[in-house]
DNA sequence: TCAATATAAAACCAAAAGGTATCACAATTG
DNA sequence: CAATTGTGATACCTTTTGGTTTTATATTGA
């Protein structure tokens, strides 16, 4: 199935995945890298690294021996277009969850 | 795993219980009627659902011999929140997305 | 009452997911 | 060059997922 969303989502559901983005959103990192940060073979973060390329939320490139990934935020796009359907359900809307969530973390960086 | 978030995340990485959850936005419905929109049996439906309220997207009241669910939209802000780190990415940020989805689709209901 | 209907619950099954171990090979480094 | 390192690619294993079928139970309606 290559339906851009769904491949987005699938890549979502995994915690492991989820945390190897939000690292990635700090640098780019090599896949021996991003397995210095799991309990996991390379091999296994390998695979989680596959599909979070084929869900569109990273970006690889080989650099010598190495392959460098890279967040690639436009892919949540999909994700946040489907979500924005349900907006009409809240009172306070995409808009201004923004704003709560930047609240919430004021020094999150 | 109790992880709250991560139950959202796995329930909405189904096409089926995602457009289950876009059906419950029209209104509630009974599991017969949700099945009516599925190429599958009631049971296969009947465990979405369950998921679907696992993951807090919807809840569910019996009435006689039916069983009624409802989207339960506040389910979404786990998610919501975990994509709001990304925030920082874009130039345009949830707050203007939100805009661009509302013009895309002008007469969505 | 009796038949039909809606859900519930359990057993079962094939395929996908998440993981491992292993081997091969290219790139680096001493 | 030789040893090491980083990745790639398989084969394999176990658990979860998404589905079916079957059986049971509770409501409803004629």
């Given amino acids: 199935?290559?339906?851009?969303?769904?491949?987005?989502?699938?890549?979502?559901?995994?915690?492991?995945?989820?945390?190897?983005?939000?690292?990635?959103?700090?640098?780019?990192?090599?896949?021996?890298?991003?397995?210095?940060?799991?309990?996991?073979?390379r091999a296994a973060v390998?695979?989680?690294?596959?599909?979070?390329?084929?869900?569109?939320?990273?970006?690889?490139?080989?650099?010598?021996?190495?392959?460098i990934n890279t967040l690639h935020p436009d892919g949540l796009r999909p994700v946040l277009d489907w979500l924005g359907w349900f907006d009409r359900f809240w009172d306070d809307r995409l808009s201004d969850l923004k704003a709560t969530i930047e609240q919430k973390d004021p020094s999150d960086d």
Wanted: charged fraction near 35%.
């Fill in 1 to 41: 199935m290559t339906d851009i969303a769904q491949m987005a989502f699938r890549a979502l559901s995994d915690p492991s995945r989820r945390e190897m983005l939000r690292m990635l959103g700090d640098r780019d990192l090599t896949v021996a890298q991003v397995s210095d940060g799991f309990d996991m073979t």
């Fill in 46 to 67: 390998k695979k989680h690294l596959i599909i979070l390329e084929e869900g569109g939320l990273i970006r690889s490139r080989t650099q010598g021996r190495e392959r």
